[in-house]
């Protein structure tokens, strides 16, 4: 048995019931099911249709996310996070890179690497030397005056930790905001890389080993395995190349406003919807959700 998810952003709410209604129809499927009205549907299909992507292309062109996952075990009791982009709106290198005056040469460095053009540690490492000297307090001054969550962050982690989930923060960005972003939203937990400085002053390196890829791939085995659980438990989401690891290993894995190379590749695409979509993946009903 699989459930079929459609999805809208919460700010369009232009999910109809003729068209969810007319989906089931179309694949013999079981009665639709609102988790939020002209936001959030669900019904069941016995098999995988065989013109899924066609629908799938369909509904983008209507700014309407599309999934399918078996329906046994969709509910996961860990939550894995990448930060930048993803669980915040920005990129918080390229925001202290345009504090130091190499804005755009940063941002395009880390464009580049979020689709999987460059290699992610050696981008990381040129990017952070060009922070040379940079004074460490403008890291207050960005996470006060450049950083917002995203749209859902705070109750998808709620609602998640109510229901006895344990939510993780996995960032190849820097503990420097990991830290006060899983304070804000309420994870469990937080990696990421180290700047390193000395003096007040950045030194343009990164304590080693560097969290790349495979340490999030490393981090949803271990964070599972302290649990007595494996990676089947856990629903991981992120936009850039080196979330891939974990969002194909991942029981569920979802690339949300991701890099087009990152989102050709994952299991799950949200292209439309908030982080709330990662509930309503799970089977959450808006009623059921916990504010964040």
């Known amino acids: 048995m699989f459930t079929v998810s459609l999805i809208a952003s ?11 209604q007319g989906l089931a129809d179309r694949w013999g499927g079981g009665p639709v099911r609102w988790l939020n009205p002209a936001i959030a549907a669900e019904f ?7 013109d899924f992507q066609d629908a799938w292309a369909e509904l983008q062109r209507q700014t309407l996310d599309l999934a399918i996952q078996p329906t046994e075990g969709r509910r996961k009791a860990i939550l894995l996070a990448d930060m930048d982009s993803t669980m915040i709106g920005q990129e918080c ?3 202290l890179a345009d504090m130091a005056g ?7 460095i880390t464009a580049r690497a979020m689709n999987g053009e460059l290699d992610f540690d050696g981008a990381l490492t040129e990017r952070v030397g060009l922070l040379t000297g940079l004074r460490d307090s403008v890291i207050a001054d960005v ?5 917002t969550m995203a749209a859902g962050g705070a109750d998808l982690v709620a609602t998640m930790r109510a229901n006895g989930g344990y ?13 006060a972003v899983a304070d804000r939203l309420g994870f469990d937990e937080h990696r990421a890389n180290t700047l ?19 340490a999030k791939v490393e981090a949803l085995v271990q964070i599972a395995a302290a649990r007595g659980l494996t990676p089947a438990d856990v629903i991981a989401v992120g936009d850039g190349a080196n979330d891939l690891g974990m969002i194909q290993m ?13 989102a050709a590749q994952a299991p799950i695409r949200i292209n439309h919807g908030d982080l709330t979509a990662l509930l309503y993946l799970q089977g959450y009903a808006r009623q059921d959700f916990v504010t964040g």
């Open 10 to 20: 919460p700010l369009r709410a232009n999910l109809t019931e003729a068209l969810a």
């Open 44 to 50: 069941d299909v016995a098999d995988r249709p065989a």
């Open 93 to 95: 290198i390229d925001e």
């Open 102 to 108: 190499v804005g755009p040469r940063v941002a395009d």
């Open 143 to 147: 996470l006060a005056s450049r950083i």
């Open 167 to 179: 939510a993780a923060l996995v960032s190849g960005g820097f503990t420097a905001f990991t830290q």
């Open 196 to 214: 390193l400085a000395e003096g007040g002053l950045l030194t343009g390196r990164v304590a080693l080993p560097i969290l790349g890829r495979e």
């Open 250 to 262: 991942a029981g569920t894995g979802v690339a949300l406003h991701a890099k087009p190379s990152v």
